[in-house]
């Protein structure tokens, strides 16, 4: 079965005592037990619930593996597999550019009970390698990253990881299971953001954690009911029903960041466009080995000034200022004060992260509108400048 067909079919029967074609939402918390513990295969929402297994089964099959576990958010997913594996006196390898909340989550909750963070660029293969020691229980990666959309050649990444007996998470929300399947490069755990493109509409916050192993697996499908970080069956129906539409939104997706990338780049106030489609992009050859598309973002950093940033940020037609990504609508972010904040300005300004950096998720709106509205803004921006200068010549 390929992708489309797996969004729209792969189990998801129609309602077996209807015949409904699609499935209805099993809001329910609980489930009537015929003897005490004799039930349906269903007895409390939190521990299984109908809409929820559903949605586990198709991404499972997205991603071309047995397991899936939902999650509340992505974070909370993130959580999950980091309770199951890092314990205090291991050490955890993460790339230059993570997402900030990840970023968070290891250096704020995980850290303080005594796990050690290693944060380098790991395109650095010897880096890598006086790195791994007995310690290292995971090797973390996101490729595409957020924000600067750099690329990882995982295959790689996850054989040097295995050699020293680490596990290998991806985060594949970027780059989505339509463009990359990360089990296929060695992953042994994939995590994913659902918010985002899964789901595709900015309506709801969601997570997955996927895996090859039931053995890997089960630590996570544990803490999953022992914690209780799962999402409400209406959620998992929506994302259901968004994922339907998920080839037909992500070729737009990238069809459109390829045009913005295109439109922006060699012009005179943007610095650095990063977009794994570019030629130029440092990781463009291991994207076209490892994808098989260069995914639906775009960042930019502006040859301005970050007061020029916020003006540019805040005043697009189409693109809403927000946090998030993957939806049909298109947004605009602003890393350093936005999704990358919880990074302290001295470590962003280590990792490379400029404050002048935008991030773009264009939607699903027509390409020739997106472009217009971003090269309007920069328009703008020269106008401006050029109205300060006359200005202060004229004061002078
Ligand atoms: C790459 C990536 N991973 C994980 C997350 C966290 O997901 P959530 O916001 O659903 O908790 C995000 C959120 O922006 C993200 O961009």
């Known amino acids: 079965m390929k992708f489309a067909t797996k969004t729209i079919h792969a ?63 992505g974070l909370a997913a993130e959580n999950a597999v980091l309770q199951a594996y890092l314990r205090p006196g291991d050490e ?19 850290q303080p009970i005594g796990a050690t963070i290693r944060q380098f660029d790991l395109a650095d293969a010897t880096a890598l390698e006086s790195a791994l020691n007995a310690r290292t229980r995971i090797v973390w990666l996101e490729s595409p990253t957020n924000p600067r959309l750099l690329v990882y050649d995982i295959a790689a990444i996850a054989a040097r990881a295995h050699a020293h007996g680490a596990l290998v998470v991806v985060d594949n929300t970027f780059a989505t299971p339509y463009f990359q399947q990360p089990f296929t490069l ?79 780049d060699g012009h005179p106030l943007v610095r650095r466009v990063y977009f794994p489609g570019l030629a130029s992009h440092p990781g463009h050859e291991i994207a076209r080995r490892q994808m098989t598309g260069f995914g639906g973002m775009v960042s930019f950093e502006l040859d301005g000034t970050v007061e020029e940033v916020a ?35 001295e470590a962003r300004a280590e990792l490379g992260l400029s404050d002048t950096l935008i991030r ?24 401006a400048r050029g109205q300060t200068k006359a200005v202060a010549t004229h004061a002078g």
Request: hydrophobic letters at 45%; proline letters at 5%.
């Open 11 to 73: 189990a998801q029967p129609a309602e077996p005592e209807t015949g409904a074609l699609i499935a209805p939402i099993c809001q329910t918390s609980t489930y009537e037990q015929e003897a005490p513990g004799c039930d349906k295969g269903f007895n409390y929402s939190r521990t299984n619930n109908p809409t929820r297994e559903r949605l586990e089964h198709v991404l499972a099959e997205l991603e071309g593996v047995a397991h899936a576990a939902l999650f509340a958010s």
């Open 311 to 345: 003006a540019f940020a805040s005043s697009r037609r189409y693109f809403t200022l927000g946090e998030s990504l993957g939806g049909v609508k298109a947004l605009i972010c602003h890393p350093a004060t936005m999704t990358h904040a919880s990074i302290p300005a």
């Open 186 to 264: 060695g992953a042994d755990l994939v995590v994913h953001s659902v918010t985002k493109y899964l789901a595709g509409h900015s309506d709801l916050i969601q997570g997955a954690v996927l895996a090859r192993d039931a053995a890997v697996f089960e630590p996570v499908k544990f803490l999953q009911n022992a914690t209780g970080a799962v999402p409400g069956p209406f959620d998992c129906w929506l994302t259901l029903r968004g994922l339907k539409t998920m080839e037909l939104r992500m070729i737009r997706h990238a069809e459109n960041a390829a045009a913005i990338a295109e439109a922006l």
């Open 92 to 110: 955890i390898i993460i790339p230059l550019d993570v997402y900030g909340g990840t970023y968070r989550i290891l250096n704020r909750v995980f």
């Open 360 to 383: 773009l998720s264009p939607g699903c709106e027509n390409s020739a509108d997106l472009v217009e509205d971003l090269l309007a803004g920069l328009a703008q921006l020269e106008a």
